[in-house]
């Protein structure tokens, strides 16, 4: 059987594509003020992370260490995981820098203030170096 996966439209609509893994497509959140990923396993109708097979949870968690180890190349002060799904029910995962002198520190990111959208000659740029840092990794563009 075909896993018929399609990526979530709110997804779509808040992020840009990076690259593809072995399990999870990875994305940027299409807000400026923080350097943010998602990872998207590729499976149709799963929400929480214990619905994968254990393989694939491994996987995942793999995945998660090559998101965080890219963003290291930013030097933050932290590094924030979560996948919360309240508001997207299919299963992604957040990794996002934060720095003490982001627009929230130390508070969450979510809702806390407007995104700010990338504008095109930055987002350029960024996707490229993210590109750059995360197919040091096993990826396909």
């Known amino acids: 059987m075909v896993d018929k996966f399609v990526l979530h439209e709110q997804l779509v609509k808040d992020t ?3 690259l593809v893994w072995p399990l999870c497509k990875v994305l940027l959140m299409n807000d400026s003020q923080y350097p943010w ?3 998207v396993p590729q499976r149709s109708a799963i929400k929480e992370i214990y619905q ?3 393989i694939e949870q491994q996987q995942l968690l793999q995945e998660i260490n090559w998101a965080s180890q890219a963003l290291l190349n930013l030097q933050p002060d932290k590094l ?3 996948a919360l799904g309240n508001q997207v029910p299919q299963l992604h ?3 996002i820098a934060r720095f003490k002198n982001d627009p929230v520190w130390p508070k969450p990111v979510w809702g806390a203030v407007p995104t700010k959208p990338y504008q095109v ?3 350029n740029q960024v996707i490229v170096q993210y590109q750059q840092w995360l197919t040091t990794f096993h990826a396909t563009i």
């Open 16 to 18: 840009y594509p990076l």
């Open 37 to 39: 990923l998602i990872l």
């Open 52 to 54: 994968l097979e254990l």
């Open 80 to 82: 924030n995981i979560a």
């Open 93 to 95: 995962v957040h990794v």
């Open 121 to 123: 000659a930055q987002l």
